[in-house]
């Protein structure tokens, strides 16, 4: 079996090299969808952050475009240009940004005329936590979401709340307090106690917060941006602000009418008897908030650090959930309806939306997850996003479907008709290949599990099928090729609770070492990286422990020259 000669997707939009991580700023301007995201150039790690920016007509394919942001202010030292949102205003397409330190988070402005040169105004940052309210953390206060309603900006962050009634107890080892550090010194994302190489033997990762606020459990041994200072010890980590810094992690909303005045109006997070406590005492920070309205239903889309596992739920350390309810401008309150999961994969943080001239809200979200090893790193580049999905809201429930753009690059398509499944997997001829669209149709009769068989070679396999017993669709990469270590208890498979239908229906796309997997229409997703082998592009059906039958499938190819 021979490497692939690179796992670089053909049709996801990818890094080119160095380091990427959260989108930003997805905006329609001026006749293109823009795609800005978290960036570090000079090596495929984690670093102090830059904002990269990419253009589309189609959401297929993208054009680069300069940095957009790059971090040469003081206030920028360390953690860099963090992530944030866009907004047009007078003409002007202004990015809002966090600029993190690990002491504290401030919230800045750039401008540009051209959407490509974009200047920093003269007053950032313009807003720190100090300005808001004494329960916002001045260490964890980032990822503006910003919008206009009723002529007003308003903007979600994330944050932690400091409540005096209810001390945030840290429960890892508590460190000495340094007031002068050094600022080449980028203090790291704690965790429970994994060394490094568990995830990756060539350096350091930072994990999903910048500011390097301690989450749980033992410090992991930190590094410079440069490669400098570098701890011995967990002892010399160096820790900055006292403990009124921490608290719990919710979002805060607040308001302006020229992005420069802020309002602090409250946190959309208060208890309700239908909201599990878990959700309040969030050991971390809702980062990466979105806001999207679909006629009278609102939803909070956020990505919430160290949320434990509930059921099949939040398996990733670092998940995305979304709240459906209603918020009220005058308090800040989100009054929550429900809440669930937006994607059962491995592969799934921070996405953002954009709402284009016909009205389509596309989602886009960072296709890794944090505190991984990262099998791209030897080719010099680590990060990819999801395919645009287009949002919709029906049946009470948030559906997601890939952009029907993607229909204008369809190539070769073979289909087979109703066949019988059994243990033995069935590979219809034609179906082959690794950059393609497949959609399959089962009935599933009384098998214990019916599923779909992708990036299947001589030795590696990735199976994502229906488990009666559990009810729910498994995505199971333990044979997909490279292996992926983590954090997380179980980086193999992954579990998406699904109601029942008559028949399972399953929409695949598969992009060399992507797999998106939308189900029942695009109610539930599942989206996880997978690195098999060049010779590994055989698809087939199965069922296992009973009887099931395909009803229908088809393969399209993906064609992008």
């Not at 079996?1 to 990818?14: A, D, G, N, Q």
């Not at 488990?467 to 193999?492: H, P, T, W, Y």
């Not at 997703?525 to 592009?537: F, K, L, M, S, W």
Request: glycine fraction near 8%; include cysteine.
């Amino acid at each position: 079996m021979s490497k692939k000669e690179t796992y670089r997707p053909k049709y996801h939009v990818s890094i080119a090299s160095g380091w990427c991580n959260d989108p930003n700023g997805l905006i329609w301007h001026e006749g293109k969808g823009h795609l800005f995201f978290q960036h570090y150039p000079h090596e495929p790690r984690w670093g102090t952050m830059h904002w990269a920016h990419v253009t589309t007509k189609d959401f297929v394919k993208w054009d680069v475009l300069p940095l957009a942001l790059v971090p040469d202010e003081p206030y920028e030292a360390i953690c860099g240009c963090c992530s944030g949102s866009a907004i047009e205003k007078d003409g002007k397409l202004v990015l809002v940004y966090t600029a993190a330190q690990p002491d504290q988070q401030r919230q800045c402005l750039a401008e540009s005329t051209d959407g490509v040169n974009f200047e920093k105004v003269a007053d950032n940052p313009v807003l720190k936590a100090a300005d808001l309210s004494w329960e916002v953390s001045n260490r964890d206060f980032r990822d503006p979401r910003i919008f206009k309603k009723d002529g007003w900006y308003y903007c979600i962050a994330g944050t932690r709340i400091i409540e005096k009634d209810r001390p945030f107890v840290y429960s890892g080892r508590r460190l000495p307090q340094v007031d002068n550090m050094d600022p080449a010194v980028l203090v790291h994302h704690w965790y429970d106690g994994y060394p490094e190489a568990a995830f990756d033997d060539s350096f350091p990762t930072a994990g999903g917060n910048p500011s390097g606020t301690p989450v749980s459990g033992q410090p992991i041994s930190p590094s410079s941006v440069h490669h400098v200072h570098e701890a011995k010890s967990p002892s010399e980590v160096p820790v900055v602000g006292g403990i009124d810094d921490f608290g719990w992690g919710n979002l805060i909303l607040f308001r302006s009418k020229d992005l420069r005045k802020w309002e602090y109006i409250g946190k959309l997070l208060h208890r309700q008897p239908n909201i599990p406590e878990p959700y309040y005492n969030l050991n971390g920070v809702y980062e990466c908030p979105e806001y999207l309205v679909f006629d009278e239903k609102e939803v909070v889309i956020s990505s919430p650090q160290q949320l434990p596992m509930m059921g099949h739920a939040y398996e990733n350390v670092n998940s995305v959930l979304y709240f459906v309810g209603k918020l009220d401008f005058e308090t800040g309150q989100f009054k929550v309806e429900e809440i669930n999961e937006l994607d059962a994969g491995f592969d799934f943080y921070a996405p953002q939306c954009m709402t284009t001239p016909d009205g389509r809200k596309i989602m886009i979200a960072w296709k890794e997850m944090w505190d991984r090893n990262y099998p791209t790193r030897p080719e010099g580049w680590a990060g990819t996003y999801t395919f645009p999905r287009e949002i919709t809201w029906h049946d009470d429930h948030l559906y997601q479907w890939p952009a029907r753009e993607l229909l204008n690059y369809y190539g070769k398509k073979v289909s087979v008709g109703e066949t019988a499944l059994g243990k033995e997997t069935f590979f219809p001829e034609g179906f082959t290949g690794d950059v393609a669209d497949i959609s399959c149709e089962f009935d599933v009769k009384d098998a214990a599990q019916t599923g779909i068989v992708v990036f299947a070679g001589e030795k590696h396999e990735t199976r994502i099928y229906y488990d009666r017993d559990m009810k729910a669709v498994v995505f199971d990469r333990s044979r997909g090729g490279l292996g992926i270590r983590g954090q997380e208890q179980n980086v193999v498979t992954r579990i998406c609770d699904i109601e029942p239908e008559a028949t399972l229906r399953m929409r695949v796309l598969l992009d060399v070492s992507s797999c998106e997997v939308f189900i029942n229409g695009g109610r539930y997703t599942i989206t996880g990286n997978v690195y098999p082998d060049a010779e590994d592009v055989n698809i087939g059906f199965f069922a296992d422990g009973g009887e099931a039958a395909l009803l229908k499938a088809e393969k399209t190819d993906i064609v992008i020259e």
